[in-house]
């Protein structure tokens, strides 16, 4: 199953979901379960019998399955699993959806100088956050400084046209940062396929809201207090449509040794758990692919640096980070005050 390491955001439905029964509903429906190692919900607004929520339901599982047999770093029969396997210099042949998402990543790593590298999977590993399961202990120097000759998203080739890609170095490949993104866009396109065109798709913490809630207004969004004591609480409130959320902290995901706290999100470029006051990096995109990878980059950066390509790419973007005196700031992108007002962007608390 894919690795997914962030459950970072307060879904706030505020209607209730209506009861099941053969008739019509002309309300709010939820389709849940688990998968990929977290959790999902695809809330559906309108009116579905029973028996069509079932179909739409076996149709969301099968398109999140076959993701999960493209892209996991836990199965050793799914396409990546294939490449990070096969010996270096060697071509494998990959699908249409990994390709895309390879391309992705590549695009966000060379936009991010390198903080999004989808190659950083040796150094997750080490630091206990992959499938790898090492003890959770500091790896030494000499370990890091090894894994990180092992790094390189430069180092990763594809040739579209002929459908393959191949690693140039014993590179590990781990597309937990932009894969379950994916996933959120390709269920989100196959329930417009199918003429749903009012959900909200979320996937252990990113989503992506089409259309309206049943009321007719957006779907409500809580961007989640970054604080591991206080489980659930919203920061922000904000009003979405037609785009997806994703975000990355460093609050969750953790182990602490010799009394210090280290992040499962690592610096592809210092092999380190990232040490910095930011703490949770919000994006907004059309894409959930690009949110997820974007969201991931940003935090690794750090504030300053993340306000800079934030403004650069001109992205949606809402980051917490810590102060001095132990509470919370938060910085608005210019295209998202744009888009949500200073106003609307004031915390919740």
Not at 204 to 226: K, T
Request: hydrophobic residues 40%; proline residues 4%; contains cysteine.
């Amino acid at each position: 199953m894919l690795t997914l390491p962030r459950l970072l955001l307060s879904l706030l439905l505020l209607t209730l979901l209506a009861g099941c029964s053969n008739e019509p509903q002309p309300d709010q429906h939820r389709l849940q379960g688990s998968i990929f190692g977290s959790f999902y919900q695809i809330t559906l607004a309108g009116a579905f019998t029973e028996a069509e929520l079932d179909v739409l339901h076996a149709g969301v599982l099968e398109e999140m399955r076959a993701v999960d047999a493209s892209m996991s770093t836990y199965r050793d029969d799914s396409e990546l699993s294939l490449l990070n396997q096969t010996p270096v210099g060697e071509w494998v042949e990959v699908s249409n959806a990994l390709m895309m998402v390879l391309a992705t990543s590549n695009k966000i790593a060379h936009a991010s100088d390198g903080a999004f590298d989808v190659t950083v999977g040796g150094l997750v590993n080490l630091w206990s956050f992959g499938p790898e399961a090492r003890p959770l202990q500091t790896p030494s120097a000499s370990d890091i400084e090894r894994r990180l000759t092992e790094v390189g998203y430069q180092y990763l080739e594809w040739d579209s046209e002929g459908m393959r890609a191949r690693r140039q170095r014993d590179i590990f490949v781990d597309l937990s940062a932009i894969a379950k993104g994916y996933a959120v866009d390709r269920v989100s396109l196959w329930l417009l396929d199918q003429g749903v065109d009012n959900h909200l798709v979320n996937l252990g913490g990113d989503l992506l809201a089409m259309g309206v809630r049943s009321d007719g207004e957006p779907w409500r969004i809580g961007v989640e207090l970054p604080d591991s004591q206080q489980m659930e609480v919203a920061q922000h409130i904000l009003p979405v449509r037609d785009l997806s959320v994703a975000t990355s902290g460093d609050y969750r995901n953790y182990f602490e040794a010799d009394s210090q706290r280290y992040s499962h999100t690592i610096d592809p470029r210092t092999g380190q758990p990232v040490q910095h006051r930011l703490a949770s990096v919000t994006v907004l995109h059309p894409s959930n692919m690009f949110a997820d990878a974007w969201a991931t980059a940003l935090m690794v950066l750090g504030t300053e640096d993340a306000q800079a390509l934030a403004e650069q790419q001109e992205l949606k973007v809402l980051l917490l980070s810590r102060n001095e005196a132990g509470g919370w700031t938060s910085w608005a992108s210019p295209a998202m005050r744009e888009r949500y007002g200073d106003e609307a962007l004031q915390p919740m608390q």
